[in-house]
């Protein structure tokens, strides 16, 4: 087996005759422009008349992107067959085979498929829409957990139990949703130290001779979530905790770099690479909001409501029931967000809001089923102390489930509060 890194959660699989690329999020933005790549990719387009498979772990823009997919020539999209866990929605599907790839082949949970006679796949579902991988050849057997939240002994036993040990494994390092308002650095600290303990679960059960953190190469990009870059992994941390905490190598990649699976290699000069990327973040140019008129986003509030009792007509009463208090602070105005109505002015004080945010982020989340779960990854808003955000985040949880085809979800003590 070799692995040549292509960026972020994306890396492609050599074996046999077989050029599969795990999650190819190549460039420009992610989560309503929320998010962008730490480092330039250096896989083109073009290179994908070499590419046979592609692998989605979930729907997550930074692992399906529809804008990069459709830059594959269409020649080449011809010739590579799509595999993805299977869904009840079929949207990753649909919209592969909408726009010509070869052929899309759904993953049975706990079945093997065999890419060629040497070359296999286990893709299990898990939490949230997200799915994990084992692929295994003759020489090595590799689990690529993505954003599974593996965070606890528990978890990583019950993984250990599906899949055994194995050779290699990709993990996350970093943390992927909003953590504390701008000035609570401790919080996302303390959140990027819970991060390496998940690595330290992962590897005491699984028992990896190589740890490979990735799918965190990312920076908050927009001038409403910068601060969340304050508090982040960095890769040196990452690498120096698995090396003296661990029983697994680090092997740090780079994007373009190659690797056999199966060796030590020296990580300095990825390291290094990456730390200069780092170093940019500051001065880079933040992404700007703009205002929404209060007409449209009222009327976008109203057809999202709309959609979720149309979703869910026997939850109807229980829908209206809800609502969340929002300050808008492009407007410097407060608004109800009430279940089964939509967004209407109020007289409550900034105090008292479960959220504030301005009027673009808002509205996205209005305008797409998966936008509430967007927000909560793109951190483009703010919490108050005496505010509750889990009653907008179930508004956004609802619609989640109704976006992936699930059932209306049981609400959390918390919506009490």
Known sequence: MKIKFVNHASF???????????????????????????????????DFKNITHIWFSHEHPDHFSPPNLLKIPKEYRDLI???????????????????GFREQIGLKENERYFIEEKFS???????????????????????NLNDCIVNSNQRAKEIFETVGKVDVLFTQFGYANKVGNT??????????????????????????????????????????????????????EVYDFVEENTSSDCTVLYPDDEWDASSKIDSNKAIESYNSD?????????EKADVIPIEELIRNSENFMEKILHGFPSNEDFIKGLDCRIYLDDYKRFYELKGGVGLRESRINEEACDLAVSSEALNYTFLHLWGGDTLNVNARFQTTESGNYYKFRYLAVIASCLNRGE???????RLYQ
Not at 28 to 46: E, I, M, P, Q, V
Not at 407 to 413: I, L, M, Q, R, V
């Open 407 to 413: 059932e209306f979800p049981t609400p959390s003590p």
């Open 81 to 99: 067959t799509i595999l993805f866990q299977e869904t009840v929605d079929q949207k990753v599907v649909d919209f592969c085979k909408k726009i």
């Open 278 to 286: 780092y170093s940019k973040i500051k001065s880079a140019t933040f």
């Open 12 to 46: 492609i699989i050599e074996s046999g005759t077989t050029k599969l690329i795990c999650d190819p999020w190549m460039e420009g933005h992610a989560f309503d422009n929320g998010w962008r790549l730490l480092s330039d990719t250096k896989l083109n387009y073009d």
């Open 183 to 236: 000035d609570e650095t401790d919080k996302r600290e303390q959140a990027s130290r819970e991060k390496l303990d998940r690595i330290r679960y992962q590897v005491n059960h699984l028992q990896p001779k190589y740890v490979v953190p990735f799918a965190s190469f990312i920076y908050f990009c927009h001038e409403e979530n910068r601060y969340m870059n304050e508090g982040m992994n960095h890769i040196q």
């Open 121 to 143: 796949i286990i893709c299990n579902p898990y939490t949230d829409g997200d799915s994990f991988a084992v692929f295994e050849d003759s020489s090595t057997k590799l689990l």
